[in-house]
């Protein structure tokens, strides 16, 4: 299912606009960019959470050569599914 298709059906089960539920869903996104970003946890209870986590620092193998590079810490987003949405998922 991609963006177009969730608008779609979201527009059809709550009978709203898809422009309006487009908005709605758009915001939603930005807000939990925007809060994970800045190290906030975004818990949506039964289907999960959203949470920003540091990478260590590493030695990598250049795949061409052969030779040990040194991969530098970073930050990535992190889901983790709430026990509800792992159980519907089983």
């Known amino acids: 299912m991609n963006k177009a298709e969730l608008i779609e059906k979201i527009a059809t089960e709550t009978k709203s606009t898809k422009a309006h539920v487009e908005r709605m869903l758009d915001c939603t996104i930005d807000i939990v960019r925007k809060s994970?970003?800045?190290?906030d946890e975004v818990k949506?209870?039964?289907f999960g959470t959203f949470s920003k986590a540091k990478r260590k620092a590493r030695t990598g193998r250049n795949?061409?050569?052969g030779k040990a590079i040194k991969?530098?810490?970073t930050w990535y987003?992190?889901?983790r599914p709430g026990a509800e949405f792992k159980n519907l998922v089983k």
């Open 77 to 79: 987003p992190k889901f």
């Open 71 to 73: 991969i530098p810490a």
């Open 36 to 39: 994970v970003k800045k190290g």
């Open 44 to 46: 949506l209870v039964g």
């Open 63 to 65: 795949p061409q050569t």
